[in-house]
């Protein structure tokens, strides 16, 4: 064997050497996260609203037709992104989190995708909203420090100069600046690793919008301005990137979960008036975009964009109760022609959109019609790191992998999926079939699409090849069918995972609804 022969095949086993122990080689990883957005919102998707730089995205990366949150609100969807597990699961069954009120949702104890990357010597950051909760040390119930304020709000019987427990770095970020809730729950201030960056002084809310007045009072920092937020987490985000890009022999991932275009509607002043023949609220979906422009611009001046995988979708579809006359009227459809916005059951509650770009993988402009979930980035990034098949059984148990597809793959690995609605109601979806175990939309939100034609009379059955806007319910007409999926859905609960592994348990039942466990008791806990 001569020289040049030995040394081609030596140089692809120093490859793999080097990816398997250096990381010199392992991709950066970005993950932005929407908040309350349709998956008819971008303008490549007929959006009225120019976003450039997710267009861009799609023109240079993959577009997912096909990807859906785990649940249609907020708190849930987020603990299914980091855990890679359903979030009903968990001791949460309904509704978000609110706030200070509540007990952090997160267990450090449990393998998170943080920790994954952690501890394949990622470097990792969150930046953004967090709506998972922290443990405060809290005051007590009569305590007041400044009379002259009526503090009526459990926001003010907290200790904001005592540090936390049971955030983000508790369940693998190395750095974290945040915010705790939405913009329109009470605590009002900047979160910084595990400490409140400023003390609360008084009390504070924000409008949702020129239309809507609903707000909330409760504990703000005289310092803290809402309008500012998306600028902070691109500036953030830059001054990461540009850091570790200095960095090269670590990667870094980095969680960017936006507060837009979430109510309140308070896009910054650059884009305030932007488009005065709509609404502020499209105002902030252009700073949206802008954040994401931010972050590819700073990719490009750092010379890590071609190693960058790049991901953007959304916690859940579009809010329903933003009042958004002028562009309704002017032919906006935030869930495309799918019924069902955020909260539902119905595809707009959790059918999002979804971007990957990757520039040295991915082919540009590709599309990918596979069915897909957000508690798929565990099992997709421990694919791509070469460790699928080392994930503990206890860890990411409804996760699997699309990186098959990122590759042009077409074949599905999810074989069912599960939908959860904001009141804790169920639908699985398994191929073109799709059943609802509930007789509306099981959310608490006016739909922007009138009632099937075909009234429930306790649950709803749709095959979406053929009826993707959920308009002609085939209930009782596919006995089999529903059999099936029933069948599917009561395995995922007895079994506590939905993929390959040893039995888990849930923290708690999960399915609580009276209504219908008459007429399936294999749903039940005993099964009977």
Known sequence: MNNMTKLSLLIPLLAMFAFSSFGTTKPNIILILADDMGVGELSHEGGLVATPSLDQMAKEG?????????????????????????????????????????????????????????????????????????????????????????????????????????????????????????????????????????????NRFFLHNEYNDYHRIGAGAADFDANKTLATWASKSREFIKTQAQNTEQPFFLYLPLTSPHTPIVPGKKFKGMHPQYSWYADFIAETDWVVGQVLEQLKASGIDDNTLIIFTADNGFAPYVEIPKMMEAGYRPSKNFRGNKGDLYEGGHRVPF?????????????????????????????????????????????????????????????????????????????EWKLLLAPNSGGFFKPLLPEPSTPSKGIQLYNLKDDPSESENLEGKYPEIEKLLITELANAFHNGRTTPGEKQTNDGWPYRDQATLKDYPELNQDGK
């Open 355 to 431: 971007l990957v770009r990757w520039p040295n993988e991915i082919r540009a402009g590709s599309k990918s019609d596979v069915t897909i979930s957000t508690t798929d980035f565990y099992a997709t990034f421990a694919d791509l790191l070469g460790k699928l098949d080392s994930i503990a059984d206890d860890a990411a148990e409804d996760s699997f992998s699309f990186y098959p597809s990122l590759k042009g793959q077409t074949s599905v690995s999810r074989p069912f999926t599960i939908h959860h609605s904001i009141s804790g109601k169920f639908s699985i979806r398994k191929g």
């Open 62 to 202: 993959m577009r997912f037709t096909d990807a859906h949150t785990s649940s249609s609100v907020c708190t849930p969807t987020r603990y299914g992104i980091l855990t890679g597990r359903y979030n009903w699961r968990s001791r949460m069954k309904s509704g978000v989190l609110t706030a200070v009120n509540s007990k952090a949702l997160m267990d450090p104890n449990r393998i998170n995708l943080p920790t994954l990357l952690q501890n394949e010597d990622y470097a990792t950051a969150m930046f953004g909203k967090w709506h998972l909760g922290v443990d405060w040390q809290r005051l007590s119930k009569d305590a007041n420090p400044d009379p002259k304020i009526k503090k009526t709000h459990a926001s003010w019987l907290v200790d904001y100069s005592k540090p936390f427990k049971n955030g983000p770095l508790d369940i693998g970020f190395d750095e974290a600046f945040f915010i705790q809730s939405s913009l329109d729950m009470p605590p009002y201030l900047y979160l910084q690793d595990e400490r409140a960056v400023s003390v609360p002084t008084k």
